[in-house]
Nanobody
Framework: VQLVESGGGLVQAGASLRLSCAASGDGICISDMGWYRQAPGKERELVAVIASRGNSYYADSVKGRFTISRDNAKNTVYLQMNSLKPEGTAVYYC???????????????????WGQGTQVTVSS
């Protein structure tokens, strides 16, 4: 299974971006999907998670500004990012679990598949 992200870029504070992540591969089986981000010198942090049925979770730092969604028919997950802040500058990664395991979506080391990452830079 391959995950390919797109939609990153350089924007000014207050702007919006929409990230996409498409999963592909033979016999693909995707459960929970998530977006993580990693800024230089910092640990990878959870941004948002969405279960196969659509339940979602957001980090406090993005709640109310970011929206995660998915199209199961297309094996694609999206992250709509509004009111971007300079502290949101990071490489954003898409990740997926192959099966649902309670609590696994909140631990990046438990994900089965990762995208290559897309850079988001927010200038002040």
């Amino acid at each position: 299974v391959q995950l390919v992200e797109s939609g990153g870029g350089l924007v000014q504070a207050g702007a919006s971006l929409r990230l996409s992540c498409a999963a592909s591969g033979d016999g693909i089986c995707i459960s929970d999907m998530g977006w993580y981000r990693q800024a230089p010198g910092k640990e990878r942090e959870l941004v948002a998670v969405i279960a196969s049925r659509g339940n979602s979770y957001y980090a406090d730092s993005v709640k109310g500004r970011f929206t995660i969604s998915r199209d199961n028919a297309k094996n694609t997950v999206y992250l709509q990012m509004n009111s971007l802040k300079p502290e949101g500058t990071a490489v954003y990664y898409c990740a997926a679990l192959s099966m649902t395991v309670a609590g696994a979506a909140f631990h990046h080391e438990l994900y089965d598949y990762w995208g290559q990452g897309t850079q988001v830079t927010v200038s002040s």
